[in-house]
């Protein structure tokens, strides 16, 4: 990858200045009404079907949820996420019940669409949010004992960010997206 130039002009502002902060102001903390709003922000993502097959367990310093979370953190996530102002652990709807017929197999794509907006929420409040997986899958699971058929995805940091976008966040081209693991056409 090479750096990035600027966004061309006409992406919109949220997103130009979105990044994934790898470091969060300790003191800043996400009220209640930002919570709110940022989950709101979720619900309103599309859905196949409208299905919505998207949860979250959300934890903020002092809160008991916070400390549930925070002994399953990865060391390299430990330590920029756990100054947050709020931790978010995503969980999709994969199955049915507690059997193996598959709920959709758009759960994971549409959780994805539902972080996203929750993640330009953020942008648009102020806030900054990071989008990780460094964290004991297996630990978390079992300390949060989602019910048959959710499974843990991911997890959210989000919170005020302390500094700007970390060195070397380049982007691909749009000539290498669309380039992909296509096959030459004959």
Known sequence: MHPSPEPPSGIHPLLAGRFSP???????AV??????LLLEAARWA???????????FTGRPGEPEHDRLLPHLAPS??????DAGLLVVALTRRHVGDTSLLYSEFADYDLGQAVAHMTVQAQAMGLAAHQFRAFDLEGLTKELDPA????IVSMVAVGTAAGGPPKGSDRHSVAHLRAGP???AE
Not at 22 to 28: K, L, Y
Not at 148 to 151: F, Q
């Open 77 to 82: 996530s430990a330590r920029w996420a756990t």
């Open 182 to 184: 296509w096959s030459p």
């Open 148 to 151: 048959p058929g959710w499974a």
């Open 46 to 56: 599309p859905s196949a079907g409208n299905s919505q097959p998207w949860g979250f």
């Open 31 to 36: 009220d209640d009404g930002a919570l709110g």
């Open 22 to 28: 790898d470091r969060f102001d300790p003191s800043a």
